[in-house]
């Protein structure tokens, strides 16, 4: 079946440190999107990405969708300690079911 | 509402007993989506509506679960004759489209805080 893992499972950085989390997915995806849970939290839309190659940037955040829209990655520069939690991604394959990944938990030490 | 509210916040139920989750979406979205999380991980998908239609109950885990949407609006989830496995969060998310495939639109979806479910 379907499957959308993430690694690495948690990272902990120093603050000032980049991070960066992996979205590999075992079938072609429709499109890509990305969550932030804060921890007690629920998840929070972070972007969508749905073209090959696709490069999307938020502030210290750059988004990427792989070319053969099977993989993604989130990467942040110079983390601060507002980074902290748990970032999913999640996609919507081509017979249109919606997964998400494993996610990956941040922590940021001061 | 400003976003999407669940009800109960917390549920304790002994093995056995049916339980009633609910879930209030932002006003006029169009989907409505049901997951299940444990602790550490990530949402995992149950079943979603497009208004009043259920599109999708592959992810229901076996026939004690259901969900309706009977207005297109507010849904609930059942859990008949419960058992302590399904002890987890329950969340409910609404997004204002479709998500029939129409890739080209943002299918952001906005999640409620979840019900955590205990079952002893």
């Known amino acids: 079946g379907q499957q959308v893992m993430q690694i690495p499972q948690y990272q902990h950085v120093q603050e000032g440190e980049d991070f960066t989390t992996y979205c590999n997915s075992s079938?072609?995806?429709?499109?890509i999107q990305w969550y932030k849970q804060r921890p007690g939290g629920h998840p929070v839309f972070l972007i969508q990405?749905?073209?090959?190659?696709e490069v999307k940037k938020q502030k210290r955040l750059t988004f990427q969708f792989g070319e053969a829209k099977k993989n993604s990655s989130l990467h942040i520069t110079a983390t601060q300690t507002t980074d902290v939690g748990t970032y999913f991604c999640?996609?919507?394959?081509?017979?249109?079911?919606?997964?998400f990944g494993t996610g990956t938990s941040l922590t940021v030490i001061p | 509402g400003a976003g999407v509210s669940q009800s109960p916040r917390y549920k304790v139920t002994k093995r056995g007993q049916d339980v009633a989750l609910r879930c209030d979406p932002i006003?006029?979205?169009?989907?409505l989506y049901w997951y299940r999380q444990a602790l550490g991980q990530g949402p995992e998908f149950l079943t979603y509506?497009?208004?009043?239609?259920?599109?999708?109950k592959s992810g229901l885990p076996n026939d004690r679960f259901s969900a309706e949407r009977p207005e297109g609006s507010i849904s609930t989830l059942t859990i008949q004759r419960t058992e302590q496995r399904d002890s987890a969060m329950y969340r409910c998310?609404?997004?204002?489209?479709?998500?029939?495939?129409?890739?080209?639109?943002?299918?952001?979806?906005?999640f409620g805080p979840g019900t955590r479910l205990l079952v002893l």
């Open positions: 990405l749905v073209k090959s190659g």
């Open positions: 509506f497009n208004y009043e239609a259920q599109q999708d």
């Open positions: 079938t072609t995806l429709s499109n």
């Open positions: 998310a609404s997004s204002p489209e479709t998500g029939t495939g129409v890739f080209q639109y943002q299918e952001t979806q906005y």
């Open positions: 006003s006029g979205h169009v989907s």
């Open positions: 999640a996609g919507r394959d081509t017979g249109n079911q919606f997964y």
